[in-house]
T-cell receptor
């Protein structure tokens, strides 16, 4: 199993450009999430999905869109990049259980710089 | 929503000493409390987790304790080694997780 994969590893954008960060998992996990990590801020939830066709906003959703057409893929779209979106982005997946949250498996991350 | 506070932000210990990192949470509905270790430039990786129906869990040199009444949980690392040096994050939640801001642990030989 490849686990959780993310592309690209690094990206530099100019202000106003749009792009999509890709995330895929091969563990048949129902839950997938996007986090951003900034120095001293921990991991903050951007958007999450509890299954194909279902998405919801996290703590910091502004400026980002997501969709979940398949169980495996959960892309994150930046609509009009801003310098404040410079960050490291992590995708994570976890299995669904009746008891709530479970271990989240993280991808390797995408380091994004917006000039 | 959930709010997780983590202390200290940095912790320096000598090899062989114990290290303790503490977190508090605000939402009594949270029932899952994982701890992640993140080495520089790497992804976070789970080292131990605990659910609200358990007060303590241990895995070799690592243990986690949970006090639901006081809404706090702690990570204990005994006999620290230089390879334990990393940033540690606590988290709490039910359907989604809220992370603390992290503790940078430095273990000196």
């Amino acid at each position: 199993n490849a686990g959780v994969t993310q592309t690209p590893k690094f990206q530099v954008l100019k202000t106003g450009q749009s792009m999509t960060l890709q995330c895929a998992q091969d563990m048949n996990h129902e839950y997938m999430s996007w986090y951003r990590q900034d120095p001293g801020m921990g991991l903050r939830l951007i958007h999450y999905s509890v299954g194909a066709g279902i998405t919801d906003q996290g703590e910091v959703p502004n400026g980002y869109n997501v969709s979940r057409s398949t169980t495996e893929d959960f892309p994150l779209r930046l609509l009009s990049a801003a310098p404040s979106q410079t960050s490291v982005y992590f995708c994570a997946s976890s299995p669904r259980t009746s008891g709530g949250s479970n271990e989240q498996f993280f991808g390797p991350g995408t380091r994004l710089t917006v000039l | 929503g959930e709010n997780v506070e983590q202390h200290p932000s940095t912790l320096s210990v000598q090899e062989g000493d114990s290290a303790v990192i503490k977190c508090t949470y605000s939402d009594s509905a949270s029932n899952y409390f994982p701890w992640y270790k993140q080495e520089l430039g790497k992804r976070p990786q789970l080292i131990i987790d605990i659910r609200s129906n358990v007060g303590e869990k241990k895995d070799q040199r690592i243990a986690v304790t949970l006090n639901k009444t006081a809404k706090h949980f702690s990570l204990h690392i005994t006999e620290t080694q230089p390879e334990d040096s990393a940033v540690y994050f606590c988290a709490a939640g039910y359907s989604t997780l809220t992370f603390g801001k992290g503790t940078m642990l430095l273990v000196s030989p």
